[in-house]
């Protein structure tokens, strides 16, 4: 992908910002501990070896809320929109719930559908949504002029020129810009944050939760949370 698809006047235009993020993540590994014991104790121990057996923190994330730091202890072989296979982590937010759903229901969806095992299978699943806060240099690609490239940075699924971006943005240190902030590919108008910098984010004392639960088909992933349901359609050759 060229460098020319940008000019490097561009990041000059990264400002600070504030904003209040929503992410989810599966809350179902302390039920599957709880499965292997037969009292709390047992599974006190256990959570104590499992925790052990984890990569080490990065130290700019030592101190930090699990919620936050989880995205940046871990490299996966598998890439995502901003961050290239076995590269360090991201923090991927979004404004809304139902951005947060929409960009859940693709990544269960492809998961189920790369699976042998699980393709013909329906995977039901519990998801806590809870609300972080940004703080920092952001660079707003949703703007001019970065939005002139908004088709090529949305793509439904070539995310070389954002991980390219992701690359020479984390390679900036005056001033290092903390985040991202972007349009979600899955949902029109949601908008999304990349947060590259983990003291960017805090997460108060009493931040917002909600619990939701997911089932996941080749046809369709469902959302529910209370009295709201959502669901996403993206077939067997995706969006």
Not at 19 to 27: C, F, I, P, Q, T
Not at 57 to 86: E, K, M, V, W
Request: proline share 7%.
């Amino acid at each position: 992908m060229s460098a020319s698809l940008w000019q490097q006047e561009w990041f000059g235009h990264a400002r600070p910002a504030r904003r209040k993020l929503w992410r989810g993540v599966e809350a179902q590994h302390r039920v599957a501990t709880m499965r292997l014991v037969d009292n709390t104790a047992e599974q006190e121990l256990l959570e104590q070896l499992l925790e052990g057996s984890k990569p080490a923190l990065p130290p700019d994330s030592r101190g930090l809320h699990y919620l936050i730091s989880t995205p940046f202890r871990y490299t996966s072989p598998h890439p995502s929109r901003y961050r290239p296979a076995n590269e360090p982590g991201i923090w991927y937010g979004a404004e809304e719930p139902e951005t947060v759903a929409a960009e859940l229901a693709y990544w269960r969806w492809k998961f189920l559908v790369e699976s042998d095992g699980l393709r013909q299978a329906q995977v039901v699943t519990e998801h806590t949504f809870f609300q972080a806060q940004f703080r920092g240099l952001e660079l707003d690609l949703t703007a001019q002029p970065w939005a002139r490239l908004r088709d090529v940075l949305r793509h439904g699924d070539n995310y070389s020129a954002c991980q390219k971006l992701a690359r020479e943005v984390r390679e900036r240190s005056t001033p290092p810009i903390a985040a991202l902030h972007y349009e979600s590919a899955r949902r029109e108008g949601g908008l999304c944050e990349a947060v590259l910098v983990p003291r960017a984010l805090s997460l108060p004392s009493l931040h917002l939760q909600q619990t939701w639960i997911c089932k996941t088909t080749r046809q369709l992933v469902m959302f529910r949370h209370d009295d709201e349901a959502l669901e996403y359609a993206f077939g067997q050759d995706g969006p």
